[in-house]
């Protein structure tokens, strides 16, 4: 592919060679609209199996079951509504790209919090399990059973530099 | 894309460079396929950034499940069902129907382009009208994110099914993540009109059918999104 041009009056009589698009006009994969209807019948097929499952209880395997068939719905939608099939790979490659990251950053949020030990049933707060310190970004938690804001303060201001010093 | 449209248009008035053979092409491209993958290659990135924008809502979904899953499945019981999977269909049909028009301007019947875009159109107005009705239930009921959440003060009044403690934050989510896609569901009415617009005034031909092509590309990723929102969301909470 040639750099572009800064020059407004060049012509074009010799088109650079672009992939797969020799003559430089485009061509497009035309679908038949009976093979896309057949797509969307598939799409339907796929929708009321998983809300049928969904009247069912399969414990986690409901969870996993709704989203193995939303990835298989997602996957029909990208590959031929979307044309990644037939089309230039870099677009494919983009696509997959982003839920790559995607799990990256789900694998590694989930790493943070699943390590934070137990959920303090009041305030939504973490506590290391070892010493009960709250750990950091975490809310404070009430000293005792009977505490009123008040006391949350005070654990605020007293508890917490020592707690996070020992922690480091 | 509105300042490829520019420069385009700017182009075809000025009339330099190119001359007659593709009125459409802009004067910063090659030949109309440079245009075309270029066009394509830009919204695939768009469609990447979209993923990963859905994608923090998503793990902020699946990380909160994980810790409250009964809370969840509780508070997913006050979504409708049908209501949800009424709007799936729409959606997928609305998919279908923007493919079709894509389809049918790569074979240059600009007719037929014109009604698949309508009936695409047509689809998405459904679809944010069961939407309003679903809100409006909430809202009816309470069931809102965060400190507007109220519901609880109605079941006290009524002696009803006591929502589970923390339920605001199901509904949080579930209006954050559907009320983002609803601004998408808005946007790509908007693209889909603006590319309607164009085909209407001729400027879509066999050769140069990007506008369709893109804003068809743009309205499935709002399809994608409702794929994955549908399930979590309604079904398994």
Known sequence: ?168 | MSSATTTEETHAAGGHGHGSKYPFLAHHFDTPAHQFDSAKLGMWIFIATEILMFGGLFVAYGLFRGQEQEMFHQAHERLDKIMGAVNTVVLLFSSLTAALAVRQSQVGDRKGTTRWLIITLLCACIFLVVKFFEYQHKFHDGLLPGHYFTAHLAQHAHHGHVLPYRAHMFFALYFMMTGLHGVHVLIGMGVLTWALRRNLNGKISKQYFTPIEIGALYWHLVDLVWIYLFPLLYLVG
């Open chain 1, 1 to 168: 592919m040639s750099t572009a041009h800064s020059d407004h009056t060049s012509d074009h009589a010799t088109p650079p060679q672009v992939e797969g698009h020799e003559d430089g006009e485009v061509h497009a994969h035309v679908n038949s609209p009976l093979f896309m209807i057949a797509i969307f019948a598939a799409l339907i097929v796929l929708t009321v199996i998983t809300v049928a499952v969904s009247y069912v209880d399969l414990g986690s395997a409901n969870t996993f079951v709704a989203i193995l068939v939303a990835t298989i719905k997602a996957s029909l939608v990208a590959t031929f509504f979307m044309h990644l099939k037939g089309d230039k790979s870099i677009h494919a490659i983009i696509f997959i790209g982003a839920f790559v990251f995607l799990g990256i950053f789900i694998g590694l949020s989930n790493d943070d919090l699943s390590t934070r030990h137990e959920v303090d049933s009041v305030n939504g707060a973490r506590r290391l399990d070892t010493t009960g310190v709250v750990a950091p970004g975490g809310l404070q938690v009430p000293a005792g059973p009977a505490s009123a804001p008040e006391a949350t303060q005070h654990v605020e201001g007293v508890q917490n530099p020592h707690g996070a010093s020992e922690h480091h």
